[in-house]
């Protein structure tokens, strides 16, 4: 690849990523405040049915899913099939390999990994947080481990249900906000897009 259309490739990334980081104080409040509830639900259900040990675990792959779901509401990746769909496959696929291979997590761990990410790539659900939730299936207390396919409804699919429908609140409480807003950053990408191709 010429070098001129690496730094053309450089800046046109940069000046996206740019572009995210443009959020006013109103924008971080309401990151702040659906997050805080969202997690905090969580926390609070999950807390009575699983140790200590066990919800850090689980809110790890839900702590990342909460940047995208209240911090970044337009990328594709937080969108509601991308959030439900990419945890269920990632759980899912988890357990069975799990089940398949117990005893090798140095083979289990990178394969429930890399088939999640595959299998949402192909069912149009990437979700980046869902390879977490594939790999608390294989790196979990026994307790989680005890639940099989348990696992992929409770606490998986109830704890996203919990930062989904939080994100329809509090990412719908202003006018500037709204969600699901696939549409618009597509949109807003391709703008920026062209605008690049025009300056270079």
Same mark, same amino acid.
């Given at each position: 690849?010429?070098?001129?259309?690496?730094?053309?490739?450089?800046?046109?990334?940069?000046?996206?990523?740019?572009?995210?980081?443009?959020?006013?104080?109103? =924008?971080?409040?309401? !990151?702040?405040?659906?997050?805080?509830? &969202?997690?905090? $639900? *969580?926390?609070? +259900?999950?807390?009575?049915?699983?140790?200590?040990q066990d919800a850090v675990y689980?809110?790890?792959?839900?702590?990342?899913?909460?940047?995208?779901?209240?911090?970044?509401? =337009?990328?594709?990746? !937080?969108?509601?099939?991308?959030?439900? &769909?990419?945890? $269920? *496959?990632?759980? +899912?696929?988890?357990?069975?390999?799990?089940?398949?291979?117990?005893?090798?997590?140095?083979?289990?761990?990178?394969?429930?990994?890399?088939?999640s990410i595959v299998f949402m790539?192909?069912?149009?659900?990437?979700?980046?947080?869902?390879?977490?939730?594939? $790999? *608390?299936?294989?790196?979990?207390?026994?307790?989680?481990?005890?639940?099989?396919?348990?696992?992929?409804?409770?606490?998986?699919?109830?704890?996203?249900?919990?930062?989904?429908?939080?994100?329809?609140?509090?990412?719908?409480?202003?006018?500037?906000?709204?969600?699901?807003?696939?549409?618009?950053?597509?949109?807003?990408?391709?703008?920026?897009?062209?605008?690049?191709?025009?300056?270079?």
């Amino acid at each position: 690849m010429p070098t001129s259309k690496i730094k053309r490739s450089y800046r046109k990334t940069r000046y996206i990523l740019y572009k995210e980081t443009l959020i006013d104080y109103k =924008e971080q409040f309401w !990151s702040f405040l659906g997050s805080f509830v &969202g997690i905090g $639900l *969580i926390a609070f +259900f999950q807390s009575r049915q699983f140790s200590h040990q066990d919800a850090v675990y689980l809110i790890g792959s839900f702590g990342a899913s909460s940047v995208l779901v209240y911090g970044i509401i =337009e990328s594709p990746f !937080s969108q509601p099939r991308n959030l439900i &769909g990419g945890h $269920l *496959i990632s759980a +899912f696929i988890g357990v069975s390999i799990n089940y398949l291979l117990p005893h090798t997590m140095y083979i289990a761990a990178p394969l429930a990994v890399s088939l999640s990410i595959v299998f949402m790539q192909i069912t149009k659900t990437l979700h980046p947080p869902g390879g977490a939730t594939a $790999l *608390i299936a294989i790196i979990g207390t026994p307790r989680i481990k005890d639940l099989g396919y348990w696992y992929v409804l409770s606490p998986v699919l109830t704890g996203v249900l919990i930062l989904f429908f939080t994100a329809l609140i509090f990412n719908n409480m202003t006018s500037s906000r709204k969600y699901p807003a696939h549409s618009t950053y597509s949109k807003r990408y391709h703008k920026i897009i062209k605008r690049f191709k025009r300056n270079n």
